[in-house]
């Protein structure tokens, strides 16, 4: 299997890398609101979990789209 | 030693010995000792989830290996760890914490049964106290660089000191030392980069003089025929199977979100420490860059952060910063000898003599503390002769990561998996997994081909042994969280 995938391009990991975190956010919206915020002592906003992830899922994006 | 840095080194081990004590106090039984009483809090158990994994990882072990192969070192804190921790916060964090549990051991013996709890739990006791000497022998390594110290008393002082406060307090006690360590990393680290940049003559020189003579050492990632870090093993391996493997199975590391006060902070917890995470390559990727940019004389990769810290800091600031670094590895050791007691204490021991009573756990669980910590001094001289840690460490994980990730992943998301498969697949996915280490593959590879066969071979026995009824799964699968 190593021989096969040492044939594959370094420009394909970037790439890989952005889809692969555009479907991790996706997948965190499908998560319901009160699911997150169960036994939480409020339910602003702020305490919305999935908004926490998709800050950290840009700041990724803007991390391998600086180091290519 | 200059004075100034010596009344900071000193200063410092007196407090965290202080705060240990001071917390001690509010421990009465095993629930305090080992979750705190479910007392803390999110932002707390984040900062202490980043200083166990800090330096788990190895702060010594990353500067050495972005020394060698540049910013893709950095993928272990990023695409290798990110993803993961999202999955940790929002599905294995709230799936752990509902069902009640003390440790992931436990949670596989009410998922699987007890053999598998006992299994897990032995093979993650023997990582840890293997990573105990591992950052023990990390601090002596770089106590001998600074202060010339033998590599022999750097561990008895090391050992010491965290004993004191780990076996006295408990988790509440390793949490908020941990997030002491942590901001102190973070201060250090961030001298660092700004001192450093400025002795390379500036931000645009430092990328131009590191891109002009190591060309690869600013792309995230590395070819695909890279003997180390091909790009591949780094998706397949690190961040489909090692990594959720640790975020979503590591003791160590979940142990404080079990202690937090509500599953909202346990969760966020996670959240917290993964925006800390990305900024972590910042405290132990850059040094490794700067020496290289700055053609540090050493003999081998893992010199680069002693070396950056000895030569580039003035006095006071260098004292900081060798603290930084002492915290980050005295965090990773005190947070391992607390869960593998937790483990040895509960799930080896709770489990072969049917004892569950919190007094007697509370006092096993401090005997146990001591004879881990012990152990892992007795073990730290050696690990010198057996090569680069970082390497060392990811090389162990990879046998029994794969193996563990199935059972978690199929675990919550599908009744297929059984607990006589749950056996059978952690014991034949470890020996597979040996047998193609021994084939001298590269450990990414071991690690998603175990995990496949792991899935696979849960997946199928699910067709032959008797599942778990449904009201048993109530608590244990996702779908029901």
């Known amino acids: 299997m190593s021989e096969q995938l040492a044939a594959l391009p370094v420009s394909w990991a970037n790439g890989l890398t952005v889809v692969m975190f555009i479907a991790i956010a996706v997948a965190c919206f499908l998560i319901p609101f009160r699911s997150i915020v169960a036994d939480a002592p409020t339910h602003r906003h702020w305490r919305d979990l999935r908004w926490w992830a998709l800050l950290l899922i840009t700041m990724q994006l803007g991390i391998y789209l600086i180091f290519q | ?481």
Not at chain 2, 294 to 316: F, R, S, T
Not at chain 2, 375 to 384: E, L, Q, R, V
């Open chain 2, 1 to 481: 030693m200059h004075p100034l840095d010596l009344a900071i080194v000193v200063g410092y081990l007196l407090t965290i010995v202080v705060v240990g004590f001071r917390l001690s106090k509010n421990v009465h039984n095993a629930h305090d000792y080992f979750l705190a009483g479910r007392s803390l809090t999110w932002w707390i158990i984040g900062l202490s989830i980043i200083g166990t994994n800090v330096s788990a990882n190895g702060y010594v072990g990353a500067a050495g290996g972005a020394y060698k192969v540049g910013i893709a070192q950095a993928n272990f804190e990023w695409i290798g760890a990110i993803p993961a921790m999202i999955l940790a916060s929002l599905v294995f964090i709230p799936l752990y914490w509902r069902a009640g549990v003390y440790s992931i051991p436990e949670y596989l013996g009410l998922r699987y049964n007890q053999p598998v709890r006992l299994l897990s739990a032995v093979i993650a006791s023997v990582f840890a106290i293997f990573a105990i000497g591992v950052s023990l022998w990390a601090i002596a390594l770089t106590l001998q660089t600074y202060m010339d110290w033998p590599i022999w008393v750097g561990i008895v002082v090391t050992g010491t000191v965290v004993g004191l406060y780990s076996i006295s307090g408990g988790l509440a006690a390793v949490a908020f030392t941990d997030a002491l360590q942590v901001i102190i990393m973070f201060l250090g680290g961030v001298v660092i980069v700004a001192i450093g940049i400025s002795d390379a003559g500036g931000a645009a020189s430092f990328t131009q003089t590191l891109s002009g003579e190591n060309p690869t050492h600013l792309q995230a990632f590395l070819p695909a025929d890279h003997p180390e870090f091909p790009w591949p093993g780094v998706m397949l391996g690190l961040a489909i199977v090692l990594s959720p493997a640790y975020w979503c199975g590591s003791q160590a590391i979940l142990q404080r979100t079990l202690g937090a006060r509500t599953q909202w902070d346990a969760s966020a917890s996670m959240m917290f420490a993964a925006f800390a995470k990305t900024l972590v390559p910042l405290l132990i990727v850059f040094p490794g860059l700067l020496a290289l940019v700055l053609h540090a004389q050493i003999e081998y990769p893992d010199m680069a952060l002693p070396w950056v810290v000895k030569n580039v800091l003035p006095p006071g600031l260098s004292g900081l910063m060798f603290i930084a670094i002492i915290a980050a590895l005295q965090s990773s050791i005190d947070s391992g000898v607390n869960s593998t007691a937790l483990m040895i204490t509960r799930d080896i021991r709770g489990v072969l003599k049917q004892d569950q009573d919190p007094a007697t756990e509370l006092r096993i669980g401090r005997w146990m503390t001591l004879i881990i910590l012990l152990g892992g001094m007795g073990f730290a001289p050696f690990i010198g002769e057996l090569g680069g840690i970082y390497f060392l460490i990811q090389t162990l994980l990879s046998l029994f990561q794969g193996p563990m990730l199935a059972l978690l992943l199929l675990g919550a998301f599908s009744r297929m998996a059984t607990p006589r498969g749950g056996l059978f697949t952690l014991i034949t996915g470890v020996a597979i997994a040996g047998i193609l280490m021994g084939t001298g593959m590269n450990m990414l590879y071991v690690a998603f081909l175990s995990f496949c066969y792991s899935v696979l071979a849960l997946y199928l026995a699910g067709f032959w042994t008797e599942k778990l009824d449904d009201e048993s799964l109530k608590k244990l699968m996702y779908r029901h969280v």
